[in-house]
């Protein structure tokens, strides 16, 4: 049985700035972040196998960006950058949608409202009564 490689091809935003889209041949997927991350989800959202090796190539490239793997395998993964360790690749974890959100700010605003004898404003809670030191 034949291997088959899916190509996404990357082509730059227009406007010289902003998110690239990912293309399928001529067939466009999504404006994403991360292109090969993100087309992989996109293509499993749209029926493709996991098991079908997925590549990335930016547009006018001779070369690929990415050694083939599994669209299930790149549809797991992210990268994330943070001070301390610069880029990495991590497990991917879907942004909460915006009902889970606002759920979530309700809760934490409850959470962060000035309780009875609070000193602080609302965003540390100390209980109990609060004596200026003297002196």
Request: with cysteine.
């Amino acid at each position: 049985m034949p291997i088959t490689i899916i190509e996404l091809t990357v082509r730059p935003n227009p406007r010289g700035y902003g998110q690239p889209s990912v293309y399928l041949g001529g067939t466009f997927l999504c404006t994403v972040r991360q292109p090969f991350f993100d087309g992989a989800r996109e293509l499993l959202r749209r029926g493709y196998s996991p098991d079908t090796l997925l590549t990335m190539r930016h547009q006018g490239s001779a070369h690929r960006s990415f050694v083939p793997i599994p669209i299930g395998q790149a549809a797991k993964l992210t990268v994330v950058e943070n001070d301390t360790d610069g880029l990495r690749v991590t497990r991917y974890e879907p942004y909460p949608l915006k009902t889970e959100r606002k759920r979530e700010k309700l809760s934490v605003r409850r959470t962060n409202s000035e309780p009875e004898g609070a000193f602080g404003g609302g965003k540390e809670a100390v209980w109990g009564t609060f004596s200026p030191p003297e002196g």
